[in-house]
């Protein structure tokens, strides 16, 4: 089934391109915080996120291919995670001549208090709209993820 689309104005894509690009820029911004809290880069943490979001191990090819860093710079990055204990290297169970790179479990967990406060402001933003509103907000958040995942993750198109 498609979508029902609707026509936009210059002005309605240039004002959302615009709150796009800010609310892009401060959410690099904060993020480049709490890496710093971890002990990490930006990129490191940013790295680690989508290792930790592939929902398995991944080689240092596809870390490569995903972040658009270069295979020096993702064993960099390996290495730096693997120091904090973030990721492990593990051989290929089906090609032991590989290596895959691995979140080791519940790692994560160990910056959670990083994010607590991230998860009180969301919940007062939220409180500010409706249930009905919420829906729409959420419908548009997913529509832009899958956009951005398509292109970043599948390395199908331009960045």
Avoid: C, W
């Amino acid at each position: 089934m498609t979508e029902k689309t609707y026509p936009v104005t210059d002005e309605e894509l240039f004002r959302f391109a615009e709150l796009g690009r800010r609310t892009s820029t401060f959410t690099v911004l904060r993020h480049v915080r709490i890496a710093e809290q971890m002990g990490l880069s930006g990129t490191d943490h940013k790295t680690f996120d989508l290792v930790d979001q592939s929902g398995g191990p991944l080689t240092a090819g596809r870390i490569a291919e995903l972040t658009g860093l270069s295979t020096g710079a993702v064993t960099g990055v390996i290495d730096r995670l693997e120091k904090v204990g973030l990721v492990r290297r593990v051989r290929d169970p089906e090609d032991r001549r590989k290596v895959l790179v691995e979140v080791v479990p519940r790692a994560a967990e160990r910056f959670a208090p990083l994010f607590e406060s991230a998860f009180g402001v969301l919940r007062d933003l939220l409180a500010q709209f409706s249930p009905a509103e919420r829906k729409v907000i959420e419908r548009y958040q997913n529509v832009i993820l899958e956009q951005l995942r398509a292109e970043v993750m599948d390395n199908s198109r331009p960045a």
